[in-house]
C-alpha cells in the first residue's frame, strides 16, 4: 500500500475518534446546561456539582462505548484472524480494508504469512523427496501382503493389532472386531496364543540362536474357524521382544476332509464285516451240505444274492465318496469366471469352434483352469454335435454354496445315456490324460442337462466348488473397500489399554466418529434413528477401510420432510435389520474408542435412549467438534459442519448421509487435533477439560 493510502486511513481514524469525543463533549454540554436551567436559583451551587458529576459519568461511558468500537472490537476481531492464521496454516490472508486506520500492521501480517507459506512449501519439497522412498517401501509391502495366500497380523505385546493383509480380513472379519489398535483377543481364541507367546518369550538358551518361532492351532471366537499358522517375534533393537507376527489359514475344511476320510476307512472295514460274514456262512453252509433240499438252497442262493448286492452298493457308496476325496487333493485355485470363460471363447475361435457369447454377472469360483477349459471345450464341441447349433450362451450363476457353468441354447436337453458317454472321452491335452468324467470329479462335480425357463431353450449345467475368497461372506451393505488402510506400526508404542485415557496424548488415542440419519428431531417424542455411520482414526489417521454403516429399519414410516435432507425412504430402510440388531453392531465396533461427532449431544440422545432396549451401554468419552471449534475460536459466529470444513480446508463429500457425514466430521477432527496442539493442549484430559468449560461458557451466555 502506497504511504499516501496508509496516511489517509490514519487521518480517517484520527477524525472518527475527534468526531465522537467531541459528540460526546457536546452531549455533555447539553446535558450540563439543562440540567443547570432546570435547577432552582437557590439550590444551584449543590446541584451543579451533582449535575457535573453527572455529565462526567456520562461523557465517561459514552467515551468508553466509542473506544469499544473504534478500538476494541477490531482489535479483537484482527487478533483472532492472526491467530487464525497462524494456527490453521492456509493459504489465506487478512483483507487490510476490514481494518481502516491499523495499516500497516494487516499488511505487516500478510507478508509474514507469505514467507511462512514459502517456508513451509520449501520444508515439504524437502520431506516430499524423502518420502517417496518410503512410500515405495509402502507399495512394496502393501503388493506383498496383498499377494500371500495366508492371513497376516502383526501384533504388540499386549495382544493390539498393529497391521493386517486383505485374507486376514476375510478370515477374521467378525462383527466388525477387526481393526488397528484393537485387541487380538476379540477374534481368536486366547490360550493358543498366550501359550505359544510365552514359549517362544522363555526359550532355552540352546534355542535362543535359532529363529524365534512356533507353530499354533487356535479357532475365531465364535468357534467357526479352525486356524493353524506360525508365531514369529519381532525382536528390538535393544534384542528384546516387542511384539509378533501371526501367518494364519483356516484348516476348517482340511479337518473336516480328514475327519470324512476316517470315517470312510471305518465304514470299509467294519461296514463290510457283517455282509461278509453272511456270505461266508452261507456259501460254506451248501459247500458242507451238498443234499440240502431245493427250498433250503433257495433260500441259502437268495442270502448270498442279497448279501452280494448290499455289499456291491455299499462298495460303490465308498468308491464314490473315496473319488470325491480324492478330487480334493487336486491343486485347485480361485478363477475369475471372466477370465475362465473369455479363454474358452478365444480357444473355440481360434480352431474353427461353435460362436459362444458370455453373458450373466461375473463370479468367482474354485477349479483348475486349464483342465476346466478343455473340459468345456470338448462339451461345446459336443453339444454342436449332438443338437446341430453353432451358437450358445455361456454364464457363470450362484448356486447352493456352489457355482454353476451353464451353457444355454435354441433346442432340447441332452439325454442322459449320451451325458454319460461322454463321460469317458479322453481330454490328452489335459494335465494327466483324464477323462471328461476324471475332470469333473477333481472338482466334486457332475453335469445334467434340463430344458430351459425360456421357450424352446435347454441348458448343460455344471457345479463347480465355492470360491476360497470373501464372494459368499460379503457383509450386507456390500463389498470391503479396495484399498483399506491395513497397518500402522506407531502403535506398537501405545499405552497399554488398561491404563486411564486421562494423560494419553491426543494422537495415542483410538477414536470412532459416527454420525446419525433420524425420521426427525425429537427422539423423546417418537422420533428414531435410520442409519449409523462411523470410521476409525487412530494415531492420527482416518482409516477408510475401518468404516461402519448400516441402514436401520426405525419401525414407523420416515417423513417426507425428513427424506427431504438424507434422501432415505422407506423402501431403502425395508429389510433393514432393527435398532435392537444394529445398536450392538455399532457397539462392537466402537470397542474401547473414545465417541467423536459433530453437535454430538444430539446424536448421543439417541443412543441413550436405546440403551436399556438393546443391552448396549454407551458409558465411554465423548467428543464434540462443534464445542472444540467454540473453545478454538470462539469470535466466530459460525460454528456448524460446513462452515468448520470450510474454514479447515475440508472438502465436504457425502453430506447428510450418516458415513458421509461422519468422514468429513473426521476430517474436521484431525485438523482441529493440530490447533489443539497449537494452542498447548495436547492429552485427551486436557481437551475434555478445555470442552467441558466451553460448554459451561455457553450454557450462561444463554441464559442472559
Known amino acids: 500500500m502506497a504511504r499516501s493510502d496508509l496516511e489517509r486511513q490514519r487521518s480517517a481514524l484520527r477524525s472518527r475518534l475527534a468526531i465522537g469525543l467531541a459528540a460526546a463533549a457536546a452531549l455533555s454540554f447539553v446535558l450540563l446546561a439543562g440540567l443547570a436551567a432546570a435547577v432552582p436559583g437557590d439550590d444551584r451551587g449543590g446541584g451543579l456539582i451533582a449535575v457535573a458529576i453527572v455529565v462526567v459519568l ?166 467357526r474357524t479352525l486356524l493353524r499358522g506360525r508365531m514369529t517375534l519381532i525382536v528390538g533393537g535393544n534384542s528384546l521382544p516387542n511384539g509378533y507376527i501371526l501367518t494364519l489359514s483356516d484348516v476348517t475344511r482340511d479337518i473336516a476332509e480328514l475327519n470324512q476320510r476316517d470315517r470312510l476307512l471305518r465304514a470299509a472295514t467294519e461296514g463290510l464285516r457283517s455282509p461278509l460274514a453272511n456270505l461266508r456262512a452261507a456259501s460254506e453252509t451248501l459247500a458242507s451240505f451238498p443234499d440240502i433240499g431245493p427250498a433250503e438252497r433257495r433260500e441259502f442262493e437268495r442270502v448270498i444274492a442279497r448279501e452280494a448286492e448290499g455289499l456291491g452298493h455299499r462298495l460303490e457308496a465308498v468308491d464314490r465318496e473315496n473319488r470325491e ?31 459362444v457369447t458370455m453373458v450373466g454377472v461375473p463370479l468367482w469360483l474354485h477349479g483348475d483352469s486349464h483342465s476346466l477349459v478343455i473340459a468345456l471345450d470338448k462339451l461345446l464341441r459336443n453339444l454342436v454335435n449332438a443338437t446341430g447349433q453353432s451358437r450358445f450362451d455361456i454364464e457363470a450363476l450362484l448356486g447352493d454354496r456352489r457355482v454353476y457353468v451353464e451353457v444355454a441354447w435354441e433346442g432340447a436337453p441332452i439325454p442322459e445315456a449320451a451325458l454319460s458317454n461322454w463321460l469317458g472321452e479322453p481330454l490328452p491335452e489335459a494335465l494327466g490324460a483324464p477323462t471328461l468324467g476324471d475332470v469333473l470329479a477333481r472338482h466334486g462335480s457332475e453335469m445334467w442337462s434340463r430344458p430351459a ?19 459368499f461372506r460379503l457383509p450386507p451393505e456390500g463389498p470391503l473397500p479396495a484399498r483399506p488402510q491395513f497397518y500402522d506400526f506407531d502403535l506398537m508404542h501405545l499405552t497399554p489399554p488398561d491404563r486411564s485415557l486421562e494423560n494419553r496424548p491426543l494422537r495415542s488415542v483410538p477414536y470412532v466418529v459416527f454420525d446419525t440419519e433420524t425420521t426427525g428431531l425429537n427422539p423423546s417424542q417418537g422420533d428414531e434413528i435410520i442409519a449409523i455411520g462411523a470410521v476409525r482414526i487412530v494415531n492420527g489417521r482416518i482409516l477408510t477401510g475401518e468404516t461402519f454403516g448400516r441402514l436401520v429399519h426405525p419401525g414407523r414410516p420416515i417423513p417426507p420432510e425428513s427424506a427431504r435432507f438424507h434422501n432415505i425412504t422407506d423402501a431403502m430402510v425395508e429389510g433393514a435389520p432393527p435398532i435392537g440388531v444394529a445398536l450392538p453392531q455399532f457397539r462392537a465396533f466402537v470397542g474401547d474408542g473414545v465417541l467423536v461427532a459433530h453437535n454430538a449431544a444430539f446424536d448421543l440422545k439417541f443412543i441413550k435412549l436405546k440403551e436399556s432396549e438393546t443391552g448396549q451401554r454407551f458409558a465411554m468419552m465423548a467428543l464434540d467438534t462443534m464445542l472444540i ?35 468429513v466430521t473426521a476430517a474436521v477432527f484431525v485438523r482441529q487435533l493440530d490447533l489443539l496442539e497449537a494452542r498447548g493442549i495436547t492429552t485427551l484430559g486436557g481437551l475434555v477439560r478445555a470442552s467441558n468449560m466451553t460448554l459451561d461458557i455457553r450454557l450462561r451466555q444463554e441464559q442472559f
Open 453 to 471: 425357463t425360456a421357450a424352446q431353450r435347454a441348458v448343460l449345467r455344471l457345479p463347480l466348488p465355492a470360491p476360497t475368497r470373501i464372494q
Open 629 to 663: 471449534s467454540m473453545f478454538l475460536y470462539p469470535d466466530f459466529g459460525d460454528h456448524n459442519l460446513d462452515g468448520i470444513a470450510r474454514r479447515l480446508g475440508v472438502e465436504v463429500t457425502g453430506r447428510h448421509s450418516a458415513l458421509g457425514d461422519a468422514l
Open 325 to 355: 476325496l480324492t478330487a480334493g487333493l487336486w491343486p485347485l485355485a480361485d478363477i475369475h469366471s471372466v477370465d475362465l470363460l473369455n479363454c474358452i471363447i478365444r480357444r473355440l475361435a481360434d480352431t474353427n469352434g461353435p460362436a
Open 58 to 223: 456520562t461523557g465517561l461511558a459514552i467515551t468508553g462505548l466509542a473506544v469499544d468500537w473504534l478500538f476494541i472490537r477490531p482489535v479483537a476481531a484482527l487478533t483472532a484472524e492472526i491467530r487464525f492464521l497462524s494456527e490453521a496454516a492456509r493459504d489465506t490472508e487478512i483483507e487490510p480494508a476490514h481494518y481502516p486506520g491499523y495499516a500497516p500492521l494487516p499488511q505487516v501480517v500478510n507478508a509474514l504469512t507469505r514467507r511462512l507459506a514459502a517456508a513451509k512449501a520449501k520444508s515439504e519439497s524437502s520431506v516430499a523427496a524423502a518420502t517417496r522412498r518410503l512410500d515405495e517401501q509402502k507399495g512394496l509391502l502393501e503388493g506383498i501382503l496383498r499377494d500371500l495366500s495366508e492371513g497376516v497380523l502383526v501384533c504388540s505385546l499386549d495382544h493390539r493389532i498393529l497391521l493386517y493383509n486383505q485374507v486376514a480380513l476375510s478370515l477374521l472379519a467378525v462383527a466388525g472386531e477387526l481393526g488397528l489398535g484393537r485387541s487380538l483377543f476379540n477374534l481368536v481364541t486366547r490360550e493358543p496364543v498366550l501359550h505359544t507367546l510365552d514359549r517362544l518369550i522363555h526359550r532355552a538358551p540352546t534355542e535362543a540362536s535359532g529363529e524365534p518361532t512356533a507353530p499354533l492351532v487356535c479357532a475365531t471366537v465364535d468357534a
